[in-house]
């Protein structure tokens, strides 16, 4: 009896892993370097992935995937269709990962801590960068006395004005 309701569970679960709802998921979060998977699945970097799948996948198949989610949607935001009225949980811890919280909501039973340690994973697209290592963009008016001596700064130490400017406020003599 038991054994009959193994491999029935089995079969249900081997059924599962060939949904196109889990390839694709799976697909894009191994492309992109959230996730690793000891079977063959198709890469699929560039695929738009639907919340509602993604959700699907992660409750049926592999947890790993709502682990990963928030992170995911967070950093590469133009993959998914985030809507916050559908998916108002999702778009909660979001938001908690982008302003950096500490604490937060758990995810479909996936603890907030968890899922915190993903979003500074360095991605395989080094395009695609972390929070704290994306650059801001600030403008600033300064004194043309200024701009020469930053000017001559940089090309003393041959690297760009904002280098420049980074190093002598952060101390490092790269």
């Not at 937060?104 to 991605?123: C, H, N, R, S, T």
């Given at each position: ?69 928030p992170a995911a ?94 190093r002598l406020l952060?101390?490092?003599?790269r």
């Amino acid at each position: 009896m038991l054994l009959k309701e193994i491999r029935a569970k089995a079969k249900e679960d081997e059924k599962k892993r060939r949904d196109r709802r889990f390839l694709d998921t799976m697909g894009f979060l191994v492309a992109k370097g959230f996730l690793q998977t000891n079977f063959d699945v198709l890469w699929a970097p560039n695929k738009r992935v639907q919340i509602d799948d993604a959700i699907w996948a992660g409750k049926n198949v592999e947890p790993r995937i709502l682990e990963v989610l928030p992170a995911a949607v967070l950093r590469l935001g133009r993959h998914f269709d985030l809507d916050p009225e559908r998916h108002g949980d999702l778009a909660r811890v979001v938001a908690r990962l982008r302003r950096g919280e500490e604490q937060g909501d758990a995810f479909y039973g996936m603890p907030y801590d968890k899922m915190k340690q993903w979003v500074e994973l360095p991605l395989r697209d080094r395009r695609v960068k972390p929070l704290t290592k994306k650059k801001v963009v600030k403008t600033f008016r300064l004194d043309p006395a200024a701009v020469k001596c930053l000017k001559n700064l940089a090309n003393d130490k041959q690297c760009t004005e904002t280098e420049a400017l980074e190093r002598l406020l952060l101390g490092n003599t790269r």
